[in-house]
Every structure is written in structure tokens, then in C-alpha cells.
Nanobody, 124 residues
Framework: QVQLVESGGGLVQAGGSLRLACAAS????????MGWFRQGSGKEREFVAG????????FYGGSVTGRFTISGDITENTVYLHMSALKPEDTAVYYC?????????????????WGQGTQVTVSS
């Protein structure tokens, strides 16, 4: 199975940028579909971005489209989430996850492996 460790969270002003990293070990990231989710205080966990290796596609949740970009570095076995034009409503714990299913997986229940999360706080 794969182990996932996120990093790169922190405090940023509205309009700023951050890059989150998800380092994988145990298996390679191309063995899974990879995704980023987030969970704000008192809210349900929501899909942010996903990457399907088999179809070489990326896909995004509606609230981040055009502002966030998911990418992967096979040599580093790491998935990234580049976040720009950040808003206070982007404040959340961000989680990296891996799914054994192919296709555009955006449901929490289809992801089997999860990292511990990294806090992103956007100040106004």
C-alpha cells in the first residue's frame, strides 16, 4: 500500500499563492488515481483536484477551477497542488489521497489512502 505525507501549508494573505506537496512511499503514484481534498472547520470534506494517470487527465472542483493546478512528478513520486489567487474561504486542512479506481474519481469514499493533512489559512 502507499503512504502519503503532505507538506507546504501555512498562513498566506488573500490573493497569494502556495504550493502543497504530497510525497508518496511504498508504491508509485502512477499505480493510483491521486486527489486533493479539503475540510474547513465544521464542514464536510470536499474534492479539490484529481489526477487520473490512465487517461492523463486532471479535473477540479468548481470552486477552485482556474486558480488551482494539480501536477505530479514521477521521478520524485510526489503530487503537487499549486494554489493561486487564494481566498479566505480556501482556509481548510488539505488532504492528499489515492484511489485504486480509474477515471475521474471525486468522491471521498472512493479514495482508500489518505495523508495526515496540512493546514492552509488565508487571511483577509
Amino acid at each position: 500500500q502507499v503512504q502519503l505525507v503532505e507538506s507546504g501549508g501555512g498562513l498566506v494573505q488573500a490573493g497569494g499563492s502556495l504550493r502543497l506537496a504530497c510525497a508518496a512511499s511504498g508504491r508509485t503514484i502512477t499505480d493510483y488515481g491521486m486527489g486533493w481534498f479539503r475540510q474547513g472547520s465544521g464542514k464536510e470534506r470536499e474534492f479539490v483536484a484529481g489526477m487520473a494517470w490512465n487517461s492523463a487527465t486532471t479535473f477540479y472542483g468548481g470552486s477552485v477551477t482556474g486558480r488551482f493546478t494539480i501536477s505530479g512528478d514521477i521521478t520524485e513520486n510526489t503530487v503537487y497542488l499549486h494554489m493561486s489567487a487564494l481566498k479566505p474561504e480556501d482556509t481548510a486542512v488539505y488532504y492528499c489521497a489515492a484511489t485504486p479506481y480509474t477515471g475521474r474519481q471525486h468522491l471521498v469514499k472512493t479514495y482508500k489512502y489518505w495523508g495526515q493533512g496540512t493546514q492552509v489559512t488565508v487571511s483577509s
